[in-house]
């Protein structure tokens, strides 16, 4: 598997020449993963292949304005599937709904937030985002997988919860307070990694 | 000096992108505002990006990769022209509009009691979200009420004290039906709030109940 900063050459391969065969590797790392991930969270089979297909659209179009200063290349597909999702589910509920459907096809909801996430870091938060997702990924080594496994749930919606709920023969709001106490540890496991 | 965060739950919600649409307007214009809801926000998307990378993956219809490429090779969809500015309702001076305003609809403002003002805010992506300004006169107080859902606000200017704590500019806060407040201006200048519910609110006289039904907030 290509390391942190080869993934950084293969997306800018990606940007500069349009180089397919590099863009090869980078569907066939994140596609499945993508894929994965949105069935988990409740997406059916053939909407997910779908919606991960257009996330990896998505990629290609906008791999010039990857910044790997600013967020690791699995944290910045999974803000495009996450957007992607969230357009698809209005689409959806607009069909159901009375109703025009809208277009927002290039996510101009969903996007807001990221784009608010991702301003330029202003002079008081210029921490290094290598380092900060670095700490992330330490902080959930060290969380207890069960723990970790209950944070996974906080990326699914609310029907995933139920059938979780009902899996583990436990009330919703057991799952819901599990996660609360899920993010409370991680947090303050990265608080105790700041120098 | 930003005093009211959005707590954890909300932020992770909203990284993880289950939250609704009326919730990620508000949310948004505090965190514009605020640097450690950012770093917060940006760090829950990193467990995202950790939760891809880890997943199980799934196999990809064997046809993907070169349905992808086709996809690819179509003509992008035409970009569409900059929309005109929308127009705005008045500000005090020095007051500017959320960023996460920018594609909706907001109406002029609309008298709703002595020194109180409202304005309805229309997602263009979510037209049924209950997205509302209030604007409150110094020294004014709004009719007591609680929440048949979770109401979010972000004081945009102005500060007011509810009995609970002082909101100040750039402060957010969540209510739920466990909070039965009446918030009261403080002297000085008028105070804007954007806020969003889920339910209704529910005011406790008759006069305000009958405004709240009328406005519809």
Not at chain 1, 88 to 108: C, F, K, P, V, Y
Not at chain 1, 144 to 168: K, M, N, T
Not at chain 2, 63 to 71: C, G, P, Q, S
């Amino acid at each position: 598997m290509p390391t942190g900063d080869e993934w950084i050459e293969i997306v800018r391969a990606v940007a500069v020449a349009g180089d397919r065969s590099a863009f090869a590797v980078l569907f066939k790392h994140f596609a499945p993963r993508v894929k994965a991930h949105l069935m988990r969270a409740g997406v059916a089979h053939e909407l997910a292949e779908e919606l991960a297909q257009e996330t990896m659209v998505n990629v290609w179009r906008k791999a010039a304005s990857f910044d790997a200063a600013r967020a690791q290349l699995s944290t910045w597909i999974f803000t495009i599937a996450r957007n992607l999702h969230i357009d698809q589910m209005r689409r959806q509920r607009d069909a159901h709904g009375a109703h025009e459907a809208n277009d927002t096809a290039d996510g101009d909801g969903a996007d807001l937030l990221a784009q608010v996430a991702h301003d330029a870091p202003r002079p008081d938060e210029q921490i290094d985002t290598a380092r900060r997702e670095g700490a992330v990924r330490e902080a959930l080594r060290r969380l207890a997988p069960e723990q970790v496994q209950i944070l996974r749930l906080a990326f699914y919606d609310e029907q995933s919860h139920a059938r979780i709920a009902a899996d583990l023969d436990v009330p919703l709001g057991t799952v819901k307070s599990r996660i609360r106490l899920a993010v409370g540890h991680l947090r303050r496991l990265l608080q105790g990694m700041e120098p | 000096m930003i005093a009211h965060h959005p707590s954890d739950e909300l932020l992770l919600a909203a990284a993880a992108g289950t939250l609704d649409a009326g919730a990620v307007i508000v949310l948004g214009a505090h965190v514009e505002g605020c640097a450690s809801c950012r770093a917060t926000l940006r760090q829950f998307e990193a467990i995202g990006g950790a939760m891809l990378e880890s997943t199980e993956p799934e196999l990809m219809a064997p046809d993907a990769l070169a349905k992808t490429l086709a996809a690819i090779d179509a003509p992008p969809p035409p970009a569409r022209p900059a929309p005109a500015p929308l127009p705005r309702p008045s500000l005090p001076e020095g007051v500017a509009w959320p960023r996460s305003l920018a594609a909706c609809d907001v109406s002029r403002w609309h008298w709703m009691g002595p020194g109180m003002r409202w304005s309805r805010v229309t997602l263009p992506h979510a037209p049924d979200a209950n997205v509302f300004l209030l604007r409150i006169g110094a020294g004014k107080a709004l009719a007591t009420h609680t929440h048949s859902g979770l109401e979010l606000t972000h004081v945009m200017c102005g500060s007011f004290h509810d009995g609970r704590s002082r909101f100040g500019a750039g402060d957010f806060d969540a209510a739920d039906g466990d909070v039965r407040h009446q918030p009261v201006l403080e002297p000085g200048s008028e105070c804007i709030c954007l806020a969003t519910a889920q339910g209704r609110l529910v005011f406790d006289g008759a006069i305000a109940r009958w405004i709240g039904a009328r406005v519809g907030i």
